[in-house]
């Protein structure tokens, strides 16, 4: 935790634990530097008094894990490592960069990417399509579960925040009822980091659109030079450990001419920023959707051309983010450049990833994908 007034004038005089006694959000290195930082921190504490309320609905998923994932973490009784430890998925298959001794996109120099294993048993992972088509729309983990027919100590929604936070950002911008009217559906998914290391899990795109083709296409300036360009079909879903379930069975017996004609997600990976490399990539593929996870846009002047483009092509756009302060943030500058505020306010997001960040720079209870909005 940093002192939120580091920066401001005087060097800090040690660790951060003064915590402002209205919010409880922000903590300060001593009471001169709260002193200093109150002209600024004022136009916001009540504000992060507000979203510090919302720590119980934050924390609430339906898992047998989710103390342990949330509070447990928060508190420092667990971390990322020991929850992923004790249930044998540190640092394997999808699971490298879930931590923080995790592997990076960068660290991987020029092999690929991205593993199609879940490391767990085929009763905790859906490693293979759906027992039946989803009934009505999915609004939670435990929606999902049900339909996917998974226990709920089942560890997969860390990693399927990522291709759940799409199906419900598609729900968000009225396009659900047009997956059911096209054979094709484009996403420009802008920013993606971790993901480049678990694009398997966007198989599961596959049982949440059935009978629709769906193109992703991921930029980014985390992309490696070498996978510019890059096109992966996902045939399959990702597989269990299971030498002998049927999962695995498919996936080493699908000859290359079935992958490239019968493959229901494809995937195709752009170096950049969205301005620099839209008029090449739209030529064959103008998207339904923009999404951006995690977006930071208060973060990075680079956002700006980015999102002039998204108000020129009038494309829904749906944002998400770590805290909801961010997506405030985030919607005050997006406003800036529009003169229009969000087209969807700001809302948690149902499938955001049930295990807190650790060491946020904020008290704020911070979680992957954890709020959205849309323009």
Known sequence: MECAGKGSGTRCLGPARKRCGRCGAVSYCSASHQISHWKVHREECERLEQQMKNLDLLNDFPFTFSQESTVQISEKQETRCSFLRKRGI???GLWVCECRCGASVTSFGNSRLESDTWNLSNILCPCRGPSSPIAKALCSWKDYYEWRCIPLQSPVSLLLHWPLTVYHSIQLAGLGSLTSEISKLCIHYLGP??????????????????GVFVQIELIGPAVPHHRDGDKIDLHSYAHCIEQDCDCRYKNENTSCSICHTSSAVT????RGYYHERFLDISEDSHPHLVIAPNAGIAAYASWLPTIELIKEINVPAVFSDYCEEACNLAACCINAVTNQPPRLPIQLNPFRQPMVVEDSPLHLPCYSNCFLFAM
Not at 193 to 210: I, S, Y
Not at 267 to 270: G, I, N
């Open 193 to 210: 980091e971790k993901e480049l290391l678990q694009l398997a899990v966007f198989g599961e795109l596959r049982a949440l659109f059935p």
């Open 90 to 92: 540190h640092q394997v």
């Open 267 to 270: 995937l195709q990976l752009h």
